[in-house]
């Protein structure tokens, strides 16, 4: 269990994310392993899937650091397959499970029938995808527009 400050539980409910689903997605990245760890400090990101609502936490050892969500689904690497590219792509995160550093790459998301790509954090071992809290900002934004032209 990861200390949540009350500052964090206001980002929680701003999030619509309960302390216990956030608390479970973390218990479930440190029991799979199923997750990113920073390089050079001792940061984790866990990702977690309930109703349409993709929660990330961002965590230290002792307490809960940022929690952020997405509803739009990521599809996988845009294009299908991660290519070698000669630039740098890689990320400060490494996954936690196979010790490969995460790549900046960009993945398709989907959402109310619209697909776009967008820049994820991807093991290309694992095939898992994340994004960082600045993207899950930009795809709230997005998220609200494609609501708007629906409503
Ligand atoms: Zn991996």
Redesign the pocket.
Known sequence: MVKISEEMDNLLKDNGIKQEEIQEVIDNAESSGTKLKARDDDLAIAKGVSDNLTMYAVYSPSELVDAYAHKMNILGVTGGEIDDVANDDESEWE??????I?LERNVDMTYMGVTRPGPGLV??????YYVSAGVAKTLKTAESILEEKRA
């Open positions: 996954c936690a499970k196979c010790g490969e995460a093991c290309p071992k694992c095939d898992e």
